[in-house]
C-alpha cells in the first residue's frame, strides 16, 4: 500500500466505539492522536488516553488501550511502507533490516502529523544530515534525489514547448529568448555519482560507492518520472536556463569555462537543447517584443 489516509481505519474502528459518536471531526481528531501519539516523543495526549476507556470497549483478552494499541502498530507499518514507496534506492541501498531501523528512528523524530501520508518523508535527508552515522554524506544525496523524484508527482501537468514554436521565433530574437521549465523539474547537484547508484541497485547490481562529483535533472513527463545524470557544463546550461536567463547570457556565461572551440561549444549545447526539448522539459518560451 502506497498512501493511506486512513479512512479505512476509522471504519474499521468503529466497532469498537462504545459511545455515539456525535461529531466525526472530534472523533477523527481524538482517534488519530491515539493512532499517532504513542510515536510522537512527547507521548499521547492525556485527555486521549481517558477517552480511549470512556470510549472504547475493552473484549474479553484486551483492555480498551490495547484495542487502539493494535491499530496504533499497524500505522506505525503504514509509515515504514509509505517510506519504502518514497525511498526505494535507499531501502535497496541499506537493506531490509537496517532500512526499517532508519525509519523508526526518523519515525520517533518526525511522526506522521496530518492525515496524508504524502508527505511523511521530507524531512528524511535533515534528519541524515544531524547524525553521525557511517555512509551519510552519500545517504544525504541518495535521499535528495529521492525526494526530489517524489516532490515531482505534486506538480502539474503542463502543455510542452514544441518544435513549431521554436521554428516561428525570429532570427533577431533568439539571444534574448529566455525558456521557461515545467513545474515537474528538479537540478541537483552531488557528491556522488547518484543516478548510476539508483541505476545498478534497480538492476541488482554492486552500486559505484566511490565518491565523485555529479549532476542530475529529474523530471515528470507523462506521469512518468525521469532521470538523467548531466555534465558540469550541461547543468550550468540547464540551470541558467531554468532560472530565465537569456540565452545570449546562457551562452557567454558557458563560454568561460569550455575548453574547446567555440563553434564547438555552440554545437553540443544546441545538441543537448534539442535533447531537453524532445525530453519535455521546457513549457514554453518568452521572447524580447
Known amino acids: 500500500m502506497k498512501r493511506d489516509d486512513l ?3 476509522y471504519i474499521d474502528g468503529l466497532g469498537a466505539i462504545n459511545a455515539p459518536v456525535t461529531a466525526m471531526a472530534d472523533f477523527q481528531a481524538w482517534f488519530f492522536d491515539a493512532l ?38 499497524r500505522f506505525k507499518e503504514h509509515m515504514v511502507l509509505a517510506l519504502q514507496a518514497d525511498y526505494p534506492g535507499l531501502r535497496l541501498l ?29 524531512k528524511l535527508p535533515a534528519f541524515l544530515a544531524r547524525t553521525q ?3 551519510r554524506e552519500l545517504l544525504i544525496d541518495l535521499t535528495r534525489t ?40 528538479r537540478l541537483l547537484e552531488h557528491s556522488y555519482p547518484i543516478v548510476p547508484l539508483l541505476d545498478a541497485l534497480e538492476k541488482g547490481q554492486s552500486p559505484p560507492l566511490k565518491p565523485r562529483p555529479s549532476w542530475t535533472v529529474a523530471w515528470r513527463k507523462n ?23 537569456s540565452l545570449e547570457h546562457t551562452l557567454e556565461s558557458a563560454a568561460e569555462v569550455w575548453e574547446g572551440a567555440p563553434d564547438q561549444m555552440q554545437t553540443q549545447i544546441f545538441q ?13 518560451v518568452r521572447l524580447p517584443y
Not at 223 to 245: C, P, Q
Request: glycine residues 6%; contains cysteine.
Open 7 to 9: 479512512r479505512k481505519t
Open 36 to 73: 499517532v501519539g504513542p510515536h510522537r516523543s512527547k507521548g499521547m495526549r492525556q485527555a486521549t488516553q481517558e477517552r480511549i476507556k470512556a470510549e472504547v470497549r475493552p473484549s474479553a483478552e484486551l483492555r480498551a488501550e490495547e484495542r487502539i494499541g493494535i491499530y496504533s502498530d
Open 94 to 122: 541499506l537493506g531490509e533490516l537496517p532500512f526499517t531501523g532508519l525509519c523508526m528512528e526518523y519515525l520517533d523524530r518526525f511522526p506522521s502529523v496530518e492525515f496524508s501520508l504524502n508527505h511523511l518523508g521530507r
Open 133 to 135: 552515522r557511517e555512509g
Open 146 to 185: 529521492e525526494l526530489a523524484l517524489c516532490e515531482l508527482r505534486d506538480e502539474p501537468e503542463v502543455d510542452l514547448l514544441d518544435t513549431t514554436t521554436l521554428a516561428n521565433i525570429p532570427d533577431d530574437a533568439w539571444p534574448e529568448t529566455r525558456f521557461v521549465t515545467i513545474p515537474a523539474i
Open 223 to 245: 506521469f512518468e518520472n525521469h532521470r538523467r545524470e548531466l555534465t558540469e557544463l550541461a547543468f550550468l546550461v540547464l540551470t541558467s536556463l531554468a532560472e530565465g536567463l
Open 272 to 284: 543537448w537543447f534539442s535533447e531537453w526539448v524532445e525530453d519535455g522539459l521546457f513549457a514554453s
